[in-house]
């Protein structure tokens, strides 16, 4: 019943800015921890960013000063506001959420592509 959705993914030239959504249905992503993992071409998936359920962020160091991982609680999302972005952030973007159950859940992802 669990089901992540991202959406905002697209092809922006070097420097733009992207808006990543992560929608949720079946969870309450306000008291989970939710990440943004990325999968660049021929490279492991990277943790990006991550909340918690008690409000802390986590950045990258390639992401900090850039991105910024945020909780919208009326809509039940968690979002990626992308800035500045560069040829090398070019990747697929997933959702993942870690309940207190002990249960991990994905989304589709959603392909980001920075044009040079």
């Known amino acids: 019943q669990v089901q992540l959705v991202e959406r905002g993914g697209g092809l922006v030239e070097a420097g733009g800015s992207l808006r990543l959504s992560c929608a949720a249905s079946?969870?309450?992503?306000?008291?989970?921890?939710v990440h943004w993992y990325r999968e660049a071409p021929g490279k492991q998936r990277e943790l990006v960013a991550s909340?918690?359920?008690?409000?802390?962020?986590h950045h990258s160091d390639s992401a900090k000063g850039r991105f910024t991982i945020s909780r919208d609680n009326i809509k039940n999302t968690v979002d990626l506001q992308m800035n500045r972005l560069k040829p090398e952030d070019t990747a697929v973007y997933y959702c993942?959420?870690?309940?207190?159950?002990?249960?991990?859940?994905w989304g589709q992802g959603t392909q980001v592509t920075v044009s040079s």
């Open positions: 993942n959420v870690y309940t207190h159950w002990g249960m991990t859940y």
């Open positions: 909340i918690v359920s008690g409000g802390a962020t």
């Open positions: 079946g969870i309450d992503l306000r008291i989970n921890d």
